[in-house]
């Protein structure tokens, strides 16, 4: 089964595509509250629809919400009533259940690491695991690492044909999104790196149809050239709400995003979303044949949001790179010189005797 067939057959914006729904009881959906979860500098809002964890907004810290003022997110001995699924997207081979029935129970919280320490959250399932999703935030940056890992807790091979890194939702209006939004990504070529560009969705094939949209902006690469075509990262900026969202796919193999909408067979469109990841199936041939009690790990992806629009959101991506590498390191008290010998200089000819000329 393809993505797009999948998000909109089982509704994977909602974050539980892929188990069978669970019965949730008069006294359970009490329970099921909505929460959120902040960062320094973000907040995660979370809600529930027929017992699936969904990610309702990605907004800056502060930023007025319309939605009433949700919880917070229960810490790690929770009500096992709120035991349910686990944010993010896949797909396992053929129409079988998925292995184990995924939630959470809180978060975790730890540094972790030295210097600019990253502050790391992990969504924990309550029960037997099927997956758990991962996220690291540093101070005084709007951005959040975030991956996913799946475990195949049965007794039988699973076959994963795509597994999410992130799954960004409410980007725009579901019908009226080609009037608000712009999708920023950067082309590239031989010797022309970076050269950004602004589009409307339907200039890229995301097109307004009052349902659900069978088409879908997108880009990717395939193979170990992961900035053969584009730059591993795009922005959404929804110029009615002044404020930008983007991501950057950590990967040095294949990848790919998309963004569209989704709704139920014959409804409006209601959402909005953006799904990342790294190699799939469909797109890259990557298929993964997971034994009982394997895990497979995700690529990570920095998703952020600020408010403000490409310039704001640069801005944010160059305060996160440097806060997540300039890590403590010799090389950075010595500050050693590192000389790039190919270009226009050496070109593939790095001998001694011309490195020392």
């Known amino acids: 089964m393809n993505r797009r067939a999948f998000i909109c057959s089982t509704g994977a914006t909602a974050m539980g595509p892929l188990l069978p729904a669970l019965a949730v009881t008069e006294a359970e959906a009490v329970a099921l509250e909505p929460f959120e979860w902040t960062t ?6 979370f809600s529930f629809s027929a017992g699936k964890l969904r990610q309702k907004f990605l907004l800056p810290a502060g930023y007025p919400k319309t939605t009433p003022q949700p919880r917070r997110l229960p810490g790690r001995d929770c009500d096992p009533l ?19 029935a995924p939630g959470f129970c809180g978060q975790e919280r730890g540094d972790g ?3 600019p320490a990253p502050h790391a959250y ?10 758990e999703s991962f996220y690291e935030a540093f101070d005084g940056v709007p951005v959040v690492r975030r991956w996913t890992r799946a475990t195949n807790g049965g007794s039988a091979n699973a076959g994963i044909e795509f597994l999410s890194s992130a799954m960004l939702h409410g980007l725009g ?13 950067a082309v590239n070529s031989w010797m022309s790196e970076a050269q950004w560009h ?9 097109v307004e149809n009052e349902r659900t949209s069978w088409s879908q902006a997108s ?4 193979g170990s050239w992961s900035t053969e075509k584009y730059l591993p990262m795009a922005m959404v900026e929804n110029t009615r709400l002044g404020l930008t969202w983007f991501w950057q796919i950590e990967h040095n193999g294949s990848w790919y995003w998309e963004i569209s909408n989704n709704a139920a067979v014959g409804q409006r469109a209601d959402d909005v979303y953006a799904w990342l990841g790294g190699p ?19 690529v990570p992806v920095a998703v952020g949001c600020v408010a403000g629009g490409f310039t704001e959101a640069v801005a944010a991506l160059t305060a996160y790179r440097r806060a997540a590498c300039l890590l403590p390191h010799p090389d950075n008290k010595r500050c050693s010189v590192i000389f790039n010998d190919y270009m226009n200089c050496l070109w593939a000819d790095p001998t001694e005797e011309n490195e020392l000329r």
């Open 173 to 185: 209006d579901g019908q009226r999104f080609d009037r608000e939004l712009k999708i920023h990504l």
């Open 40 to 45: 320094p500098d973000l907040t995660f809002s």
């Open 82 to 100: 709120q035991r349910r699924r686990l944010a993010g997207s896949r797909h396992e081979t053929g129409n079988g259940p998925a292995w184990g």
């Open 219 to 222: 880009a990717g690469s395939i």
């Open 113 to 115: 690491r030295q210097g």
């Open 122 to 131: 992990t969504l924990r399932p309550g029960d037997e695991t099927s997956g």
């Open 198 to 206: 602004a589009f409307r969705p339907s200039e890229l094939g995301f």
């Open 280 to 298: 799939d199936d469909l797109h890259s041939a990557a298929w993964k044949n997971l034994a009982p009690g394997a895990s497979y790990r995700s």
